[in-house]
């Protein structure tokens, strides 16, 4: 066989490679944008444009300090349950093309981040610096995968 033939063969099996992965590869960038987005959400109590959430009510302010939870900002975290719940899901998978939502995975979570939205926007939606962030991320794994 020539050279040409197995970098011909080569260049099959990595594009048959990328196209069997691809919906895994998706997954793995909206898995990344997730941890980035509840790291953000917990520590810092700032939103995908770099604002602070509004602050909580009076009274959730007050039932939070004295049930020893922080204050200092909304991280919507007191049981964990509703970030526990919170990832990626495939929405439609076609040759070439995933699209992926991160959701609330359960009622619970799915109301949570319903019924605050009106005051405090998408919580799960990814900061254009964190979108960068799972880009090149996942450019370093296909680049890898790329490089025999």
Do not use: C
């Not at 033939?5 to 691809?22: C, E, G, M, P, S």
């Not at 959730?60 to 919507?76: M, N, P």
């Not at 998978?93 to 926007?121: C, F, H, L, N, W």
Request: charged fraction near 25%.
């Amino acid at each position: 066989m020539s050279a040409i033939q197995t970098a011909i063969d080569n260049i099959r099996k990595l594009k048959a490679n990328l196209i069997d992965n691809l919906d895994a590869d998706a997954m793995i960038i909206a898995f990344d944008l997730t941890a980035l987005i509840k790291l953000r959400i917990q520590t810092t109590g700032i939103d995908f444009e770099g604002q602070p959430f509004v602050e909580y009510a009076p009274l959730t302010k007050r039932l939070r300090k004295e049930g020893g939870y922080q204050i200092g900002h909304v991280d919507f975290t007191q049981t964990g349950r509703l970030w526990a719940n919170v990832g990626p899901r495939i929405e439609t998978s076609e040759p070439g093309k995933v699209s992926v939502v991160i959701e609330g995975r359960d009622a619970y979570s799915k109301e949570i981040i319903i019924k605050q939205a009106p005051k405090r926007g998408n919580i799960v939606k990814s900061s254009a610096s964190e979108t960068e962030f799972a880009r090149m991320a996942n450019e370093q794994r296909l680049l890898k995968r790329l490089t025999l």
